[in-house]
């Protein structure tokens, strides 16, 4: 089972990089989702028409142009890889005890708390982007490279 688990653990390391990068061009590409009716309204009079276009573009949710479906379906993908990866460590054997001093697998299982957190929050951080836009999408975008950061570092604890 722990070889299973490092397999799928650097299979979800891979997902969870891939969706973060798919994630940076969707925020690059954020727009509000009325903007072309707006903008056509504002075309149409510009001297008369210019509250009607702010109107039209508050009331608009924020869209991802570019990357969203994609950064998506990555995101629900790296989640089952994660849930794959966690339930081969909770069902693994446990080894027989040693002493209380620290080792890897003791700085590997307190950094799971820290990158199960983040990639748990990334949904609901994920849902006020449609209405908090730009700030809201660079809120998930920490969370998202911090919960990377700790997985990377959770990987990293047993080669160095």
């Known amino acids: 089972m722990l070889q299973w688990h490092q397999v799928a653990g650097l299979a979800t390391w891979g997902l969870w990089l891939a969706t ?15 903007e072309p009716v707006a903008n056509a309204v504002l075309l149409a009079d510009p001297r008369n028409n210019w509250p009607l276009y702010y109107a039209i573009l508050n009331n608009s949710e924020w869209e991802a142009k570019r990357g969203g479906s994609t ?24 080894r027989p005890a040693e002493s209380d001093s620290y ?49 990377t570092v959770a990987v990293g604890v047993f080669y160095f």
Request: proline share 3%; aromatic share 6%; glycine share 14%.
């Open 71 to 94: 950064h998506r379906t990555l995101a629900g993908l790296t989640a089952g890889a994660y849930a794959l990866t966690a339930g081969l460590a909770l069902l693994a054997p446990s």
């Open 103 to 151: 080792d890897s697998i003791t700085a590997h299982k307190w950094l799971a708390l820290l990158h199960f957190a983040a990639l748990a929050s990334l949904p609901a951080l994920g849902k006020r982007i449609e209405e908090g836009g730009p700030k809201a999408a660079k809120r998930m975008q920490k969370v998202g490279w911090g919960g990377f950061g700790a997985l």
């Open 20 to 34: 973060n990068l798919k994630g940076e061009e969707a925020i690059h590409s954020l727009r509000r989702s009325g």
